[in-house]
Nanobody, 115 residues
Framework: QVQLVESGGGLVQAGGSLRLSCAAS????????MAWYRQAPGKQRELVAN???????YYADSVKGRFTIFRTNAGNTVYLQMNSLKPEDTADYYC?????????WGQGTRVTVSS
């Protein structure tokens, strides 16, 4: 099994930056996909960015050019670098990992962008 722990959320002004971290432990060698999702109040959870073995990262149109997803060489930590933040980026951000036919979610970290 895999466990995920997120960190790095907080309050930032519009135009600012934050970096989210997601540390994976357990059977990390089986992870083939990691991603960041977010859920704003009253809205459905949506995919923000995705990184899979052997594929280019994917980004939602709303964050292209502003967010970057990357993993450490060991693959145990995935980051989401968020630049030029906007108030509409305010949400709870969740780390996700797919490994050996299992979905694993982190506990979430809140990002609040003030205007």
């Amino acid at each position: 099994q895999v466990q995920l722990v997120e960190s790095g959320g907080g309050l930032v002004q519009a135009g600012g930056s934050l970096r989210l971290s997601c540390a994976a432990s357990g059977s990390t060698v089986l992870i083939t996909r990691m991603a960041w999702y977010r859920q704003a109040p009253g809205k459905q959870r949506e995919l923000v960015a995705n990184i899979s073995s052997g594929s280019s990262p994917y980004y939602a149109d709303s964050v292209k050019g502003r967010f970057t997803i990357f993993r450490t060489n060991a693959g145990n930590t995935v980051y989401l670098q968020m630049n030029s933040l906007k108030p509409e980026d305010t949400a709870d951000y969740y780390c996700y990992a797919y490994s050996a036919w299992h979905d694993t979610w982190g506990q979430g970290t809140r990002v609040t962008v003030s205007s």
